[in-house]
Structure formats: C-alpha cells, structure tokens
C-alpha cells in the first residue's frame, strides 16, 4: 500500500515538474517573441519618421502658402479700394499722392504675412506713428514686418475696356484727367512669400533663391489681380473768369 503510494506520489511531483517546464519554456518563448516584436516596431517607427515628419512639413507649408494666396487677394482688394478715390492723381488740382496710397494699402495687408525685415523702412516708420496719433496699439515688430511686405511687393495697373483687354497707350498724363469720366483698370499685386518650414526649402525647382529686406531664403512669388472702375477726375477750383 505504501509502495503504491509513493509511486503515485513521484508520477505526480514528475507531472507537475513537466508542467513547469513547459509553461517556463512557453513563457520564455513568448518573451522572445515582445522582445523581437519591440525590436521590429522600434526600426518601423524609426523608418517611418522622417517619411510622417516630411508629410508634416509639405501640410503645413501647404497651409502657409494657401493662407499667403488669400491674403494676396485681400491686398490687391483693399489697393483697388484705394484707387477708387486715389487714382489718377492731378499735380495742378492736389497734392494727394495716390500712387503711394495705393502701395501702402497693399503694404498694410501684407503685413500679417511678412517676416522681419533686418532693416526699418522710413515709410514704416511713419505709418507706425500716425496710427499711434490715432490711439492705436502697434505692435513692436510691425515696422519690421512692414517694411517686409514694402520690399516683397510690387503694384501695377493698366487701363482696360469694358471687356478687360488691356488698352495700349503710352504713359498717363495726369492732365487728361482732371474733369474726365474715370478710367477702368486692371490692378495686379505680386508678392514675394518667404519659405520658412525647414526642408521644403531644399527641394530643388520649389521657389527662387533671393535676398528680400534683408532675408535671404527661397521665396515664391504670387500675384492676384483685380478690376477697378476709378472715380471721375477731380474738379479743379473755380477762377475769377468762371
């Protein structure tokens, strides 16, 4: 009886001894398994990561360059608002320089998309004070983006007829537009939009290589362009014949 106890004992110690072994050499091998699983992923993630960081880069210059676009339009808009009333201008009836009103109406909306100019236009600086006069808070670095937006941008207009062809003449005389109907034109603004995201900087045939205020980087050039009916001529005053 006691013989037969002891064998049942021992078959049951070698079982559980079986047992542990082979859960141990199932635990083991799971482990290798996580162990070689973590490797894998590590050297997938690590190979995927500049691929999602350049993905991350193209979106975001993408965003910035959309956003540049409407804000070209704005600029060739509120120009074109601008030479309703400030264009053409006549020496011999005022002193308004509509040219300059024009420009700096484009400079002021641009200003939001500028970089910091290394160097302060004088311009910039008398725009910065008189909204000052007016009460208004400027912010310390828009004298520096202005004169950004001054350097990086280019306004143009030329007369149009009534279906926006472009009418071929010689340059304005401002005397031919005192007391004359106001003339149609067609208003471009091109920009100069600085490329800052660090690597679609490098991509060969994106942007020109130039040096703008100051900066000098890749940039891209966008234009807009609006048409605008200008007011009449400006009546001169009236003399002692009249």
């Known amino acids: 009886m006691k013989l037969a106890t002891d064998r049942h004992c021992r078959s049951f110690e070698f079982q559980v001894s079986s047992f542990k072994q082979i859960r141990n050499s199932k635990l083991e091998t799971r482990n290798l398994k996580l162990r070689h699983n973590r490797g894998t992923v590590a050297v997938t993630f690590l190979l995927a990561l500049p691929i999602f960081l350049w993905i991350i880069c193209i979106m975001t210059q993408y965003a910035l360059m ?45 200003e939001p998309l500028s970089p910091k100019a290394t160097d302060i236009a004088m311009d910039a600086q008398a725009v910065v004070a008189a909204m000052e006069n007016l009460g208004v808070n400027v912010p310390s670095s828009y004298a520096a983006r202005y ?7 280019t306004v143009e207009w030329a007369r149009v007829d009534d279906n926006d062809v472009p009418i071929s003449e010689p340059t304005w005389e401002p005397l031919d537009f005192a007391e004359h109907v106001g003339q ?52 001169a005053g009236v003399n002692n014949a009249n």
Do not use: C
């Open 184 to 235: 149609r034109i067609r208003l471009t603004v091109r920009y100069k939009f600085y490329i800052n995201v660090p690597g679609i900087r490098s991509l060969p045939g994106f942007g020109q290589n130039d040096t703008v205020a100051g900066i000098t980087g890749k940039f891209f050039t966008m234009s807009a362009s609006y048409i605008v009916q200008l007011t009449h001529g400006r009546e």
């Open 66 to 110: 959309v956003n540049a676009r409407m804000g070209v339009n704005r600029a060739v808009m509120a120009a074109g608002r601008s030479a309703v009333t400030s264009l053409p201008t006549d020496p011999d009836v005022d002193y308004v320089d509509g040219i300059r009103n024009v420009n700096r109406a484009a400079w002021m909306a641009l």
């Open 147 to 153: 004169s950004y937006a001054q350097a990086a941008t």
